[in-house]
C-alpha cells in the first residue's frame, strides 16, 4: 500500500524545497509563529481555520489536508469537541460529505456527543446545507434510536424533509419512516410536521392517507387554539414554537385537503361541504396582517373551488364563470393557475367541451409552465410538479381526440418526460397508452422519442433494482 505522507512532512518539505524558516511561512501564512512552532516540535495540531492558512500558503486547493487531518487529529486522538466542530463547519462549506460521515461515525461511539451534534446540525440545517445536516442528523437518531425523546423525533423530521425529492417510492419510504415519530414532536411542532406529511401524501395520490393525516391535523389545531386564545385572555405567554402559519391554517387547510379527497373520490357534493366550512371564517379572531392574507386566500380557493366541485361534477354552465373569476384574479400566482387550468381541462375532456378559446387566452400563462420556481414548501415542491405532469397529460388528451397532432404529441412528450424524472408511474403508463392509441398518427421522429423514453425507463429499473440473473 503506498504511504501517504503527514501534514507536517508535507510541510517540512514545502519549506524546504522554497528555504523558508517557521517565521517566514508565518509570515507568508498569516498563523503566528508561537503556534507553527509548537506545531511542528510538540506535534500539537493547528485548528482549521489556521490549517486553511498554511494550505493556502502552500499554493493547495482548500480542504486538501483535510483527510489526513482528520486521521491523524480526530480519529487517532481522543475526540475533542472544540476541535471537531470546525472542521464538520468547514467539510460542510466544502461539501466534503465523506468526511462529515467518517467524523460522525467515530464520535457516535459516546452518546454525548449526542446533543452537541444535534445543535450543530440544526444550525446547517438553518443555513441551508442539507447534504451535510443529513449526516448528522442520521448519526444522532442512530445512536438514540432506542431512547423516546423529542431530539430523536425531530430528527426524523428533519431527514424526512431534507430525503424528500423526485422520487414517488423514495418519498414513500421518507414518509411511512417518518410518521410514527410525529406524536412525540412537540405539540405546535405536530401541525407543521403532519401539515408537510398531508402534503407528501396528496403528492403520492394516498387518499387515505391524506384523509387521516387531515383529521388528525385538525383535531390538533382546533385543541391549541382554543388554548392559545385563553392564553391571550389571561396574558400568558404565547407557545415558545412558532408555526409556518398562523395558527387557525392548520384547520382550515385540513378542511381544504379533506375536500381534495372527496374530489378525487368524485364524491363533489360531500367536497362542497368541506368547502364551505373553510369559506366562512368568521370565527377567526385574529386581526393581524398576516392572519388577514390567509383568510383572503381561503375565501378565494372556496369561491373558486365551489365553481370546480360544480363543474367537474357536470354543470357545464359554471365553466364562462370560473375563466371570468381567474382571468380577474389579480394576485393568481402560477401555482394558482396550473391547478385552475388543470380543472378546466379535466371538465373538457370529461364532458367533451370545447376548451379551444379558454387555451387560446391563457397560452402564455401556459407556456410558461414549463419550470417551477424552487421553494421549500412541500406543497409547492411535492403537490405541484405532479398536477403539471397531470395537466400536460390532459392538455395532449384534448388536442390529440380533436386532431391536431402536432400539439397533442408536443404536450404528451412534454408531460412524459415529466412523469419520468418524478418516477410517477401511473401518469407514465398512461402518457404510453395515450400514445399507443394514436400512434398511427405520430411522426418517425416521435416515434423514436417515446422508444428512448420506455428504454430510459427500463434502464432506471434494471440499474435500481440489478440486472436479472441469466444462469438460468
Known sequence: MEHTPTILAELEDFMKKNDLTVAELADRSGVHQRTLNTWVTKHRPVAIHQLDRITLAMGLQEGFFYERYIDHYIIERSPDWRRIEPVLYRCAELDKLEAIQRIVGHIMDNLLYSPKLFDAAEKLFAQGRHAAALWLYKGVAEAEKYQHSERLAICQYRLFTIQIGDDKNQNLKAATRFEPFVERLDEIEQLDALKDLANVYRSLDEWDKVDETARKMKEKAEIQYTLTNQQKKRKREEPAKKLSRPLFVYITYADLLCARVCDAQGNYDQALLFTFNYANLDWVVETDEDTQHWVSLFKHWAQANTMVNK??????????????????????????????????????????????????????????????????????????????????????????????????????????????????????????????????????????????????????????????????
Not at 421549500?376 to 395532449?396: R, S, W
Not at 388536442?399 to 412524459?416: E, I, P, R, W
Not at 428512448?452 to 440486472?467: M, T
Request: hydrophobic share 40%; proline share 1%.
Open 311 to 472: 363543474l367537474l361534477s357536470g354543470d357545464i354552465s359554471v365553466l364562462h364563470d370560473y375563466v371570468e373569476y381567474i382571468s380577474a384574479s389579480s394576485d393568481t400566482t402560477e401555482e394558482d393557475r396550473i391547478v385552475q387550468l388543470l380543472n378546466i381541462m379535466l371538465a373538457a375532456n370529461r364532458f367533451h367541451v370545447d376548451v379551444d378559446d379558454v387555451l387560446s387566452r391563457f397560452e402564455l400563462d401556459i407556456n410558461s409552465f414549463a419550470q417551477l420556481p424552487a421553494s421549500a414548501d412541500m406543497y409547492t415542491q411535492q403537490v405541484l410538479p405532479h398536477y403539471l405532469v397531470h395537466f400536460g397529460y390532459e392538455l395532449a388528451y384534448y388536442y390529440l381526440y380533436k386532431g391536431m397532432y402536432s400539439d397533442g404529441f408536443k404536450h404528451l412528450k412534454s408531460a412524459t418526460l415529466k412523469a419520468i424524472i418524478l418516477n410517477n408511474e401511473t401518469y407514465f403508463i398512461n402518457c404510453l397508452g395515450l400514445f399507443e392509441h394514436f400512434k398511427v398518427y405520430a411522426m418517425d421522429e416521435t416515434k423514436v422519442e417515446f422508444s428512448k423514453f420506455i428504454e430510459k425507463v427500463w434502464l432506471n429499473n434494471v440499474k435500481k433494482n440489478g440486472a436479472a440473473d441469466r444462469r438460468g
